[in-house]
């Protein structure tokens, strides 16, 4: 696609542009962040390209599908606290976990083909009775997957709050029968195979801790409950709820919590290179501005879910309250900088960043409320107000683009606050970069 052709692309985009809860959620350069109101969080996407939402609040959960065509229709209802849902590759059966209500564990099948689960018989406990665990309680679910290929059913959970001591546990079950897996977890959430590794999201019960725990079934026997079986990936994190793997090897975890802020996160956490088991490097604040971050999942192209216009991923994360998801795709390179001083009989000026070569766009505006481009991302800024839009030359060989800007005897403007944004366009893709508040002085 040509750059002409994104132009107006863009330009058509900002015409029917909805209002959006927008510019909250922060991403490194090279991915652009959309927030997506939906009638709930992504629980689990469906093969035929629908996807299974979670609906509801506690103690009246329920389940929704999202239609390829973009509605909405009722899935399954009567749940207490949803906790993960997994799709057999073999049988096609939908396993849904429940924290609160029982049956922990449901079976569900749609028999008569109406797209939902709500006939009789096809929502049924499921066969297997989770374990009592040597305190003489059950583990809760939190999150199921099946391990690739198989009908075998893994199970992260803890026993419940106000028991003693607290025990996490990922139990396998297999043929009608649930036993534990791995032991010696806190609170145990998020789960992903990877090749023969089974990787569990962990946080520690007395100090709230988090790890990533690699488990690995050395000896064959169906557990990893022998030595050197279990070992942290990553360890001292601010938290853990879910978590994926990418492509790479490297992982992305949701529910870390910095409490100066008091704000979320999702860390990335890098492929283990050097051969020694562990994380080569963890990034806690990959994804910042969450309330808490919740729910992940992850598509990726031969691109991988790397940064700038030769990657080719989704990562689609939920956050804690939100009837919705936060969409982060990858884009091109972009980013704006400014020098000199925003000033009445000043000039100063505002730099757009990327890589070289890429075109170059520049946004100012007097409406300071962002709005989303469904299908690109999140803005900083509006068009409500009066604004500019400047198409600047391609980015040099240094990969910048600058715009000088002389406010020349503006005396009625000054105290007027506006936005900048800049904006990168390469191989048919926009990258959204940076935002600034500006306002113009004395």
């Not at 996807?51 to 506690?58: I, K, Q, R, S, V």
């Not at 079950?173 to 806190?186: P, Q, R």
């Not at 704006?336 to 070569?357: C, D, K, Y």
Request: charged share 15%; net charge negative; proline share 6%.
């Amino acid at each position: 696609m040509s750059v002409k052709l994104v132009f107006r692309r863009l330009f058509a985009l900002l015409g029917l542009a909805p209002a959006a809860l927008a510019g909250s959620l922060v991403a490194p350069p090279g991915f652009n962040v959309e927030t997506h109101p939906d009638a709930g969080a992504l629980l689990l996407p469906l093969p035929d390209g629908s996807d299974l939402l979670a609906t509801g609040a506690f103690g009246a959960a329920a389940i929704a599908r999202r239609l390829p065509d973009g509605s909405v229709i009722p899935f399954a209802t009567g749940f207490g606290s949803l906790a993960g849902a997994a799709l057999s590759p073999v049988t096609g059966d939908l396993v849904v976990g429940d924290s609160f209500f029982a049956p922990a564990l449901r079976l569900l099948r749609d028999t008569n083909g109406d797209l939902d689960c709500l006939d009789a018989g096809e929502d049924v406990p499921h066969p297997a009775v989770l374990p009592l665990l040597s305190n003489g309680a059950a583990p809760l679910p939190f999150e199921l997957t099946f391990r690739p290929g198989t009908d075998e059913l893994y199970v992260s959970g803890s026993t419940p709050f106000g028991v003693f001591p607290v025990l996490g546990v990922v139990l396998e079950v297999a043929g009608g029968s649930a036993g534990v897996f791995a032991e010696g977890l806190g609170f145990a959430a998020g789960l992903q195979w990877s090749g023969a590794t089974l990787y569990v999201a962990d946080v520690n019960a007395t100090d709230f801790s988090g790890r990533v725990v690699a488990l690995r079934d050395l000896d064959a026997d169906g557990d990893a409950l022998d030595a050197g079986e279990a070992s942290d990936f990553a360890s001292g994190l601010s938290g853990g709820s879910d978590l994926v793997v990418a492509q790479d090897g490297s992982l992305f975890v949701s529910g870390l919590f910095d409490l100066g802020t008091f704000t979320g996160s999702v860390g990335h956490l890098l492929a283990d290179g050097d051969g020694d088991g562990r994380s080569d490097g963890v990034d806690e604040a990959f994804l910042t501005g969450f309330s808490f971050s919740a729910g992940l999942s992850l598509e990726e192209g031969a691109g991988g879910f790397v940064p700038g216009v030769r990657g080719d991923g989704l990562l689609v994360a939920g956050d804690f309250g939100f009837d919705g998801d936060l969409l982060v795709r990858t884009a091109p390179f972009a980013d704006l900088a400014l020098t000199g001083t925003v000033a009445n009989n000043s000039a100063f000026t505002l730099t757009v960043g990327g890589e070289p070569g890429a075109g170059a766009l520049l946004v100012l505006s007097l409406d300071q409320q962002g709005l989303t481009l469904p299908g690109l991302g999140d803005l900083s800024l509006g068009f409500g107000a009066p604004h500019v839009i400047a198409g600047l030359p391609p980015l040099d060989g240094a990969g910048s683009s600058p715009a000088t800007i002389v406010l020349h005897a503006v005396d009625a403007l000054v105290g007027t606050a506006f936005t900048a944004q800049g904006f990168t366009l390469q191989d048919g893709e926009v990258g959204i970069g940076d935002a600034l508040d500006l306002v113009i002085a004395p």
